[in-house]
Every structure is written in C-alpha cells, then in structure tokens.
C-alpha cells in the first residue's frame, strides 16, 4: 500500500473535507479526490461517505485510520528529527485557551524549553475550534474544556478550575452573603455584568450550579479576555464570574471581593488532549509528562 496516499487519506480523516485535507498537504483538491478513490479501489471498500459539506468515514476508514495513523505520525517525526534526538530543535505546537495557556501551560513548559524544545503556542477560545485543529494535524498538544470523542484524539484530566463570583468593593459593600443566598440570582441580577461574551458563559455556569437559574440580565461590559474582564470588574464596571487563579491576586490585593463562598464551588475540567499514538513520540511525551507535573501545584 502506498504510504502517500496513506498519508492523504489521514489528513482526510483528520480534515473532514477534501479541500481541507488539500490545503493541509499543499495538493489540489482534485489530486486529493483522485488518490482517495485510488486506495479505495485497492482496498475494495468504499472510505468516506460524501456529504454536502465535507465526508464522514465508513466503518473501514475509522478502522484503518485507528491503525495507520499512529505509525505515519511517527514516520513524519523521524524524519523531522532525524535518529539522533539530542541533535536539533524540536518545535512543539501547542492551542489552548489564551488565558489559561498564556498563565499556566506556557510558564510550565519552560524547563523543557532551558532543554531545546521550541513551542508555538496559538491562542483559541473555541473548545471545536481548538480540537478540529488538533485533529487535523495543525497542533501537536491541545487544552481543552471538553473531552473529545471518537477514537482519533485521546484526553488526559490536567485540572479543575474554581469559578468565583467577585465584584470591586464599591458593590460588594451593597450585597451581604446572608442577603445574597436569601435572594440569591434576582438581586445579583440589578447589578452591572462584565463577561467575555454576549451569551454570558460565565455567569450562565456559576447561575446554573449555585442559583438553579438562567441568568435574564444582558451584560454592561463585553470584552473577550478574562484579564480585561479582571481589570474592568476591578475598576468597578460590575460583577464577573472569575477563574479563581486568574482572581486569586486581585482578591488579596483588595481590589476584588468574592461575593459568596459556595459549599460546592462552579469547576470547569481542562484536559490535555493529543491524536491517538503520539505519546510515542519523545518531546509531545514530555510536555505531557510536564504539564500534569505542574497541574498538581495548580
């Protein structure tokens, strides 16, 4: 079987679309249909089922992709490395999201970088986004807010993260936590809201797990960046829903108050995900290794 179209019909697996997978491997998509259909007639069975956007894989695809991917992934890593690990750089390519990659994953890497690992890190705050990515070969080691299925990318726990309800003292003075758990949502609900996006998912999860509630108020201030929503909570534009160790500063500091203390805290699983079989390969492996090292200081 020819290791080329093998190496197409991944990227294909990967891509969910022809085009993608041509625009990945620097091929015409015509050229990727053809070798397509040349290693289905070889193999006697149809591979993918043509859909109106993009393909979906028979049975026998995801069989074969489960089997060969892994070994064409460590086929392209020898040959960017070469035998010998010690000589060369290795570049590590790394998608998370930007606030969390930024404070915590990329520091943490850091030791592997004193040892000749190089990262690339992209910042994407779209959990599909961040694993249609990965999949499809553009970064080696994604974090992710969600465990992905099927049996192309595996996931491993990194750590929970604590949501905390905080606002600057100026509101806070207002709103005792003995008031707030006897009116709960509806008083909070008077108040500014600084948040990340118009559908307030933030606040939406703390409502859910501590209220019992959908949030029915729209936000004063939108910026897409927990550290801007910081700063402006801090300055007193209204009350967020914070990472606690994105907050954790600001509150010793004085400058943000946490508003309830929850039995049960809001928590939002990160995992740290990789394509099925390239743990295997020696630097993902010690990033990985590193990572869940650090999350335990997390």
Not at 7 to 32: I, K, Y
Not at 252 to 279: E, H, I, K, N
């Amino acid at each position: 079987m020819d290791l080329a179209l093998l190496r197409t019909f991944v990227a294909v697996h990967r891509a969910g679309s022809f085009t993608r997978a041509a625009a990945l491997l620097g091929l015409s998509q015509p050229a990727v249909t053809s070798q397509i259909r040349t290693l289905e007639r070889q193999l006697g069975r149809p591979l993918f089922l043509r859909q109106a956007r993009g393909v979906t894989p028979t049975t026998i695809g995801d069989e074969l992709a489960h089997r060969a991917a892994p070994h064409l992934d460590a086929l392209v890593e020898i040959a960017e490395t070469g035998l010998d690990e010690e000589g060369g750089v290795r570049t590590l390519h790394i998608a998370g999201p930007p606030e969390f990659t930024a404070l915590r994953v990329l520091p943490a890497l850091t030791p592997l970088v004193g040892q000749g690992l190089a990262v690339r890190a992209s910042f994407l705050g779209n959990t599909e986004e961040i694993l249609d990515g990965l999949a499809a070969g553009h970064h080696d080691l994604a974090v992710a807010t969600a465990r992905p299925r099927g049996g192309l990318l595996v996931s491993t726990p990194l750590c929970d993260e604590e949501y905390v309800l905080v606002a600057a003292e100026r509101w806070a003075a207002r709103l005792s936590p003995e008031v707030l758990l006897e009116k709960g949502a509806m008083l909070l609900e008077q108040l500014p809201v600084v948040e990340v996006h118009e559908s307030l998912p933030f606040v939406a999860r703390y409502w859910a797990s501590v209220f019992e509630a959908e949030p029915t108020v729209a936000a004063t201030v939108i910026a897409p960046d927990l550290r801007a929503v910081r700063e402006s909570a801090a300055a007193g534009a209204g009350l967020a829903v914070l990472p606690r160790y994105l907050c954790e500063e600001a509150l010793a500091q004085g400058r943000l108050v946490a508003l309830l203390d929850p039995p049960v805290p809001p928590l939002r699983t990160y995992f740290l995900v990789v394509r099925t079989g390239t743990l295997a390969l020696s630097p993902l492996a010690r990033a990985h290794e590193e990572l869940l090292r650090a999350a335990g200081d997390w």
